[in-house]
């Protein structure tokens, strides 16, 4: 453990880096240095408290939250009892658990959670048959897409999340073949196999996960990555 205060200075300032790697590297740092760096991280939540979160708290957050410590759980549950992240929705859904799963890396299960937000944002219907017709898609709250793909992206490191497999299905002039296989979901022409083909942490390729009804095929995808949430992002 170090506790020299100029290197911790140092891992601070780099907090405040424009540099989203550097930003990581000086978090993942100051947890390894014990508690003075514990200390730094806390307080630097605190202090952007009042800012929308970025991919940096997200990181924070589960680090702090990965140590299972009482006292540290309980500075996160006090000061972000539903999660670091609001979480919006036109549909009054309570997105709490996948926030929880994700500060968790539990990404299976948070892949899970999200197929069951989309079938209640799809209905009652949805929800017996447990997943989503692309015709429901379209009537998906812009709020609430962007409240999951807000989740992801801040708890993957920008790694997952819808806008992540649009960005990349754009990259690609919007071809389905040469998609799949950069997410991982295909190899040799063959489907990946659900669900120990895919991989559930941050190792696994940009835009792997969510899922999302992947086994529906194009139209779902299609309709998912065309709706109008997205548009205000390009």
């Known amino acids: 453990m170090v506790s020299d205060s100029s290197t911790l200075e140092d891992w601070r300032q780099q907090l405040g880096s424009d540099e989203l790697k550097q930003q990581l590297s000086a978090a993942h740092a100051l947890v390894a240095s014990g508690e003075p760096g514990v200390e730094v991280l806390q307080a630097t939540l605190l202090n952007r408290q009042h800012h929308s979160p970025t991919i940096l708290d997200g990181r924070i957050v589960q680090l702090l939250y990965a140590l299972q410590q009482p006292p540290i759980l309980g500075f996160l549950n006090h000061h972000w009892p539903q999660g670091r992240l609001a979480t919006p929705s036109e549909r009054a859904l309570d997105y709490t658990l996948l926030q929880q799963s ?92 659900y669900p120990t083909g895919f991989t559930w942490d941050l190792s696994a390729p940009d835009g792997h996960l969510p899922l999302s009804n992947q086994l529906r095929g194009v139209r779902m995808m299609a309709a998912l990555l065309g709706h109008p949430a997205w548009l205000e992002k390009d």
């Open 102 to 193: 994700l500060v968790r890396q539990a990404f299976q299960e948070a892949d899970r959670l999200t197929l069951m937000k989309l079938c209640e944002l799809a209905g009652p219907t949805a929800i017996n048959r447990k997943w989503v017709y692309f015709t429901e898609v379209e009537q998906f709250p812009k709020t609430d897409l962007q409240t999951i793909d807000r989740l992801w992206l801040i708890y993957s490191e920008g790694k997952f999340g819808f806008s992540v497999q649009r960005r990349l299905w754009l990259s690609l002039g919007q071809n389905w073949e040469k998609l799949w296989p950069r997410l991982a979901w295909k190899e040799n022409n063959l489907w990946t196999r």
